[in-house]
């Protein structure tokens, strides 16, 4: 019987099954947790809201709060082993980072071409703003950062390939790819001037959605804990 609430579950409101990890009473930490598969009509699972238009970015995904109350679900829906869901959720993780850290790339090419494109076509001044050095720089700093990018997220899907650990990596290529995106964006906004910020252009929903990279799939911060507990070491605070 699974109790509990979720907020924040991309396409949580029109998933026809939904992936639950959850604990069992009195266990502590990374053990006694399991996975389930909930299909949507179980009884007592109930999604409680649904987020689309009003957040920042990702508008065409909806985000929904899951309830489950007393929600029964056949014995055979336990995914792996009981207990098993911590590696399970970390093995999951590192995969789905590696598709953020593709959408980072993604996001920011997609900005780059539309900078690109808009210095080249717009005149200030009697010339192409991209003439301008300080434009030129925002173009040649995204192209340089963009492959930085891919190259760390090519390598992180490489050791997958090659069925060897990759944790280190997937941070690493998450969290560049993140930061890369916002700073990415944000030039190709400001090189649009004010026709950036107005929603005329595409670049405006780059901005806006290159922001949830570096939150969902663990923080940019959880990135970093995990990146100098590779160097480091545990923490002794733990
Ligand atoms: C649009 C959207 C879609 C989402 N989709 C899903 C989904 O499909 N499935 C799912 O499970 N979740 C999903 N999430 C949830 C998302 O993964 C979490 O919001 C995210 O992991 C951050 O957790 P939190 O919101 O509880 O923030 P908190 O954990 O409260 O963090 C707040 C701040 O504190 C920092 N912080 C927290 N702990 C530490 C620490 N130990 N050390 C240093 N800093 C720390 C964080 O880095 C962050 O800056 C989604 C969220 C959004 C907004």
């Not at 489950?68 to 995969?95: H, V, Y």
């Not at 993140?178 to 595409?202: C, I, K, L, N, P």
Request: proline content about 3%; glycine content about 10%.
């Amino acid at each position: 019987m699974l109790n509990g609430q979720k907020r924040f579950i991309s396409n949580g409101s029109i998933a026809d099954y939904i992936q639950v990890y959850a604990r069992e009473p009195g266990t502590k930490s990374h053990e006694g947790i399991s996975l389930f598969l909930v299909p949507k009509d179980a009884p007592g699972f109930k999604v409680t809201h649904v987020e689309t238009t009003t957040k920042l970015g990702l508008r065409a995904s909806p985000t929904a709060d899951l309830a489950f109350e007393d929600c029964r679900i056949p014995k055979e829906n336990l995914i792996g082993k009981k207990g098993e869901g911590w590696d399970q959720a970390m093995r999951t993780l590192n995969s789905g980072r590696i598709g953020i850290a593709a959408g980072a790339v993604g996001v920011a090419r997609a900005a780059l071409e539309a900078a690109s494109k808009y210095v080249q076509e717009r005149k200030a001044f009697g010339r192409p703003i991209g003439d301008f050095q300080l434009v030129r720089e925002m173009i040649a700093q995204s192209a340089v950062e963009i492959d930085a990018a891919r190259l760390l997220t090519l390598r992180a899907a490489h050791l997958r390939d090659l069925g060897q650990d990759n944790t280190l990596e997937v941070s690493m290529a998450k969290l560049y790819g993140a930061q890369m995106a916002q700073r990415v964006t944000d030039w190709a906004v400001q090189v649009h001037g004010g026709y950036g910020f107005s929603g005329e252009f595409d670049v405006e929903r780059y901005f806006r959605d290159a922001r949830i990279l570096g939150l969902y799939e663990g923080t940019n911060e959880i990135q970093k804990l995990i990146i100098a507990e590779h160097i480091l070491g545990p923490s002794s605070k733990r």
